[in-house]
T-cell receptor
Framework: DVKVTQSSRYLVKRTGEKVFLECVQDMDHENMFWYRQDPGLGLRLIYFSYDVKMKEKGDIPEGYSVSREKKERFSLILESASTNQTSMYLC??????????????FGPGTRLTVL | AQSVTQPDIHITVSEGASLELRCNYSYGATPYLFWYVQSPGQGLQLLLKYFSGDTLVQGIKGFEAEFKRSQSSFNLRKPSVHWSDAAEYFCAVGATGTYKYIFGTGTRLKVLA
């Protein structure tokens, strides 16, 4: 079974802090994604990485950056956390063998609160 | 513009009743379609997916979905709902040549005992 793990289930930070959210997958997937989930807005893509050291902006990248130095790990960085970044953050991974038909596998999520 | 619409934000059904969750998409290319379920405090789990072939797709937990190209719909159904089905359900669409999926805003299902 594919396993996607996220470093924390719950995180509380203060405004202005630098925040790191870590995601690790164990299935050698090429693609990895970071979403934020807010009530009524569904999942919105922040960044994705189609391979090691490769990244592309999603729909809402402002205030975030990412790092993918190793294939299994994809980090989301909030350079200076703000209260409007309080949200649920979901990481996903996807293999590319078989083409675009492959589904994304999700981690359990990190609920971040910025005070 | 590409979009996925789940018109029902909340649905309440009694345990044992049938269920249909609606999903409509607008996509220029041939779509890949997915339904995911999210239990409270959890990540998303794939229920089923469709790319081609038989337009009625069977998934896990007794769910099925039907692709109707003429209506741009991919509705999720279950003949008899269990209390454990209470969760949020997301429809998503992808396409050849793109890494990105577009997710709907979700339908929250409540099950009455």
């Amino acid at each position: 079974d594919v396993k996607v793990t996220q470093s924390s289930r719950y995180l509380v930070k203060r405004t202005g802090e630098k925040v790191f959210l870590e995601c690790v997958q164990d299935m050698d997937h090429e693609n990895m994604f970071w979403y934020r989930q807010d009530p009524g807005l569904g999942l919105r893509l922040i960044y994705f990485s189609y391979d090691v050291k490769m990244k592309e902006k999603g729909d809402i990248p402002e205030g975030y950056s990412v790092s993918r130095e190793k294939k299994e790990r994809f980090s989301l960085i909030l350079e200076s956390a703000s209260t409007n970044q309080t949200s649920m953050y979901l990481c996903a991974s996807r293999g590319t063998s078989g083409g675009s038909y492959n589904e994304q596998f999700f981690g359990p999520g990190t609920r971040l609160t910025v005070l | 513009a590409q979009s996925v619409t789940q018109p029902d934000i909340h649905i309440t059904v009694s345990e044992g009743a049938s269920l249909e969750l609606r999903c409509n998409y607008s996509y220029g290319a041939t779509p890949y379609l997915f339904w995911y379920v999210q239990s409270p405090g959890q990540g998303l789990q794939l229920l089923l997916k469709y790319f081609s072939g038989d337009t009625l797709v069977q998934g896990i937990k007794g769910f099925e979905a039907e692709f109707k190209r003429s209506q741009s719909s991919f509705n999720l159904r279950k003949p008899s709902v269990h209390w454990s089905d209470a969760a949020e359900y997301f429809c998503a669409v992808g396409a050849t040549g793109t890494y990105k999926y577009i997710f709907g805003t979700g339908t929250r299902l409540k099950v009455l005992a």
